[in-house]
């Protein structure tokens, strides 16, 4: 079994099948050896698991298992993308992360720190990352959080 692999089962995770999108995109685009992962929301089986703005209608520890399970996601489309040889993992290069919230809510590197600690977790120096964390006062469907990625493969 691969580390990678090890590393998740460790943490009591679960891989799933690429989600499918919610509108007219493709969930990934392989170009040379990158990866572009589309925008992940907080979704397990087509359900919405994390709605409303984070810091009134879901809890900042709430967020933050959003931004896990958008990256949990990101981590299923990458499978995907490699076939599933985690031997083709260069490293991730960045996320981008969005946080549903009012003006008043600063705290969106903390939620985002769901997806990068999760990374690290799996994939060690390989899952560290540049990224962004800003609030939206609007995301898609009312998702509380979305992370899209860019990852480079060998």
């Excluded at 009591?12 to 925008?39: C, M, Q």
Aim: glycine letters at 8%; one cysteine or more; aromatic letters at 8%.
């Amino acid at each position: 079994m691969h580390i990678f692999e090890e590393n998740i089962k460790k943490l009591d995770l679960k891989i799933p099948d690429l989600p499918s999108p919610l509108a007219n995109y493709v969930p990934y685009k392989v170009s040379d050896n990158t990866v572009y992962v589309s925008g992940q929301g907080p979704v397990i089986d087509g359900k919405i698991i994390y709605s409303g703005k984070v810091g009134n209608e879901i809890s900042q520890e709430e967020g933050v298992k959003a931004a896990e399970l958008c990256c949990i996601n990101i981590i299923a489309a990458l499978k995907s993308s490699i076939n599933g040889d985690w031997n083709r993992l260069d490293t991730f290069l960045k996320l981008g992360g969005f946080v549903n919230c009012d003006n008043e809510f600063n705290d969106q590197p903390k939620i985002i720190n769901g997806a990068s600690d999760l990374l690290v977790n799996i994939f060690g120096d390989k899952g560290r990352h540049s990224r962004f964390a800003v609030g939206s006062n609007a995301l898609p469907l009312n998702i509380s959080v979305e992370i899209d990625a860019i990852i480079k493969i060998k």
